[in-house]
């Protein structure tokens, strides 16, 4: 699916046009289609094949998207302590004296830098230390965090200011003691047993009480449409469970050990058959998120949620100074619960070529590109019939509903309507070329797009394959209806 949370995404939308390299590629979501439920026996052997095949894109600002931090607000607000507002401006105590501020900054810096010691030593008491007893809601739910965090072997923990958030409701401002701010953090973590880095942007409303600031709270910045990123544990308990090259996190009340335990050992085996084609460096230690519920996949990649019902899994991740950070496939449970093993194994080595994929990848490729080759590399792995994969763009074409372009962004926006066709005709383009120019030259094509060191997509296209975009179109729009005659 398009990724969401950089170039290529992993949760970064796959595709708009050409995002520019300082932002990170887009997410990635897989459709679910909706003849898998009428085919009978042949169900019984596909069925969620085609539940989702992922849309993963670069998550080029992370996310972004479905989990990247939000956009646009690293510049919105300094840094406590630069002598500009200290973002609670609604509070009744105004804007503070530089000084002030710049005293409330070191202290959060402290308060933050024992909250990660807490983490990295198991020391409780030390982590509900930094907590505001008064927010008694807040601070019972601080608990269940830390308990949920110390079961996770992590690797690294970490927290830095990062700006001044914005002001507090007046409500809001009336229940807090005299110059309480929200000010912005991110945390950064790594799992053990993988390699990439997670960040993830917080908006923490602190106190002063007596010679102490304190956390009180991390939805303030809500209203302000700034909302403090989550992680599984911040959700519920979590289960982890390693396999040969993945980790995999999983609500405790929605799977049993068992069932984590088999999508890692089908995480593995999507490695390995992304390597059979994608020739590009990665590092193979992927993560696994399974949440409890479809609202909770929501919360994780940043959704409202509108559309997810045709997604599958989706692949997030940040993308920042060239690099991709924090990618992981999100599987949607709603989803996943009706498909068979074969489906789960399409759906798996889709995103996890969105995964493999971002981390060269310096700009989005076209959409089409990204969620067709994706498929591509899936069904590679798992060869299924092209009348039952491409069943509903075949039926177009059948009905004189023939393509005028490749798939657009707004084909793979799941909000606006059914994503089928968009994934199948993408799907069928990346085929063609490979079929017609050889698999390297698909592979050459998708390196090319994702690299800023040369011309770029379209440009490449006619070096690669000898041809540019337009006859692209040409050739491939007769290549549907050839198969829809068949």
Known sequence: MPQSDAPGAAVEPPGSPVDPPSSPPPPGRSRRRSWLLGLGLLVAVLLGVAVAVGVS?????????????????????????????????????????????????????????????????????????????????????QGRLFDRVAGIDLAEWSYAVTGDGPGFTADRARELPSGSAIVRARLTYRLTGTDT???????????????????????????????TQRDLWDLG??????????????????????QVRTIADEADLAVRDV????????????VVVLPRSQQDMATLIG?????????????????????????????????????????????????MTHVATRSSSVVAPPIWLSEGFADYVAYQASPVPTAVVASDVLDDVRDGDIPRTLPTSDDFDASHGDISAAYEGAWLACRMIAERYGEKKLVALYAAATDSSGAGYPEEMREILGIGEQALVHDWKAYLRDKAAA
Request: no cysteine.
């Open 57 to 141: 894109r670069l998550l080029l600002d992370d996310t972004g998207a479905a989990s990247p931090a939000p956009s646009g607000t690293a510049s919105q607000h300094p840094r406590p302590g630069s002598g500009a507002p200290s973002g609670n401006a609604g509070s009744r105590s105004g804007t503070p004296t530089p000084d002030a501020a710049a005293g409330r900054a070191d202290a959060v810096e402290t308060l933050l830098a024992d909250r990660a010691r807490a983490v990295a030593t198991g020391d409780r008491d030390l982590f509900l230390a930094t907590v505001d007893p008064a927010a008694t809601d807040f601070y019972a739910a």
């Open 197 to 227: 880095t997670t960040d993830r942007e917080q908006y923490l409303t602190v106190v002063p009480r007596g010679s102490s600031w304190l956390l009180a709270a991390d939805t303030d910045a809500s209203p302000s449409g700034l909302d």
């Open 237 to 258: 308990p979590v289960r982890v469970v390693h396999g040969d090259a993945s980790v995999v996190l999983a609500d405790r009340r929605g799977a049993t050990p068992a």
């Open 275 to 286: 390597d059979d084609v994608w020739t590009g460096d990665w590092s193979r230690r992927p």
């Open 303 to 351: 959704s409202d949620g509108d559309g997810l019902a045709q997604i599958a899994a989706v692949t997030t991740g940040s993308f920042e100074s060239g690099l991709s950070r924090g990618d992981r496939i999100v599987i949607n449970p709603a989803a996943w619960d009706i498909l068979g093993e074969l489906g789960r194994r399409v759906v798996l080595t889709h995103e």
